[in-house]
């Protein structure tokens, strides 16, 4: 069952409780009755990992598709771009 926090707009009282999906949203403060909000806070999921979508969803390549291209002309590096001395 999830953990819900709750807080008192009137007090200020702060718990959390657990609750089914099913159950309805609590509304009032158990210490002075006034009317409660849920608080949302960041949910803790954490990816690690080289990732999904590079491991897991592409196509495999082919060598044969690799290989049909023309390799591209050998070309001569592009200068360098000037460089301006930090003052």
Do not use: H, W
Not at 62 to 84: D, E, G, I, L, V
């Amino acid at each position: 069952m999830p953990t819900y926090s709750y807080r008192c707009t009137e007090c200020d009282n702060a718990f959390d409780i657990q609750q089914s999906f099913s159950d309805n949203s609590l509304t009032e403060c158990p210490v002075c009755g006034g009317k409660l909000r849920k608080v949302f806070s960041a949910v803790g999921v954490t990816f690690t990992g080289s990732g999904f979508y590079r491991n897991d969803s592409r196509p495999a390549s082919t060598s044969s598709s690799s290989s049909s291209s023309p390799a591209p002309a050998a070309s001569t590096p592009a200068p360098a771009a000037p460089s301006t001395p930090a003052t």
